[in-house]
């Protein structure tokens, strides 16, 4: 995901690649670098929101959700049914309150299920992906 950033009158163009146990791809003016992400766990598998998810769907045991974390607009789902993602691999991309969030794996596995469909508006708590 490309960001063009401004710190004082310094403009930025920053790519962010792939985040992989705390450790981003970053880009920054053509120069790569690792990132190390200090609150990596607090901000990739945030805690639950106490809501029933507007999805039927129950996974089975074993199996983890990618939920919204906050009301918004799904812009793309990266993977698809049968896909092989790693803990921390991008799943599907949200946009809430005029910003891009990744939403992110919290394990290796299987995607099972995919709930929703690129464009669809989501609530907090609402089930997007199921990965086993």
Same mark, same amino acid.
């Given at each position: 995901?490309?960001?063009?950033?401004?710190?004082?009158?310094?403009?930025?163009?920053?790519?962010?690649?792939?985040?992989?146990?705390?450790?981003?791809?970053?880009?920054?003016?053509?120069?790569?670098?690792?990132?190390?992400?200090?609150?990596?766990?607090?901000?990739?598998?945030?805690?639950?929101?106490?809501?029933?998810?507007?999805?039927?769907?129950?996974?089975?045991?074993?199996?983890?959700?990618?939920?919204?974390?906050?009301? @918004?607009?799904?812009?793309? $789902?990266? =993977? !698809?049914?049968?896909? /092989? #993602?790693? %803990? +921390?691999?991008?799943?599907? &991309? *949200?946009?809430?309150?005029?910003?891009?969030?990744?939403?992110?794996?919290?394990?290796? @596995?299987?995607?099972?299920? $995919?709930? =929703? !469909?690129?464009?669809? /508006? #989501?609530? %907090? +708590?609402?089930?997007?992906? &199921? *990965?086993?």
């Amino acid at each position: 995901m490309l960001y063009k950033i401004r710190i004082g009158d310094e403009k930025f163009e920053v790519e962010v690649g792939g985040v992989k146990d705390g450790l981003a791809s970053v880009t920054v003016n053509d120069v790569p670098y690792k990132v190390e992400i200090e609150n990596y766990n607090s901000v990739a598998f945030p805690a639950a929101m106490p809501r029933t998810p507007a999805s039927t769907s129950v996974p089975m045991p074993g199996s983890v959700s990618v939920i919204a974390p906050i009301p @918004g607009v799904i812009l793309d $789902i990266v =993977v !698809q049914v049968g896909d /092989k #993602v790693e %803990t +921390g691999q991008t799943v599907a &991309i *949200i946009e809430a309150m005029k910003m891009e969030n990744n939403l992110v794996s919290s394990k290796d @596995g299987i995607v099972r299920e $995919i709930l =929703v !469909q690129k464009g669809a /508006k #989501v609530k %907090t +708590g609402d089930l997007i992906i &199921i *990965i086993g």
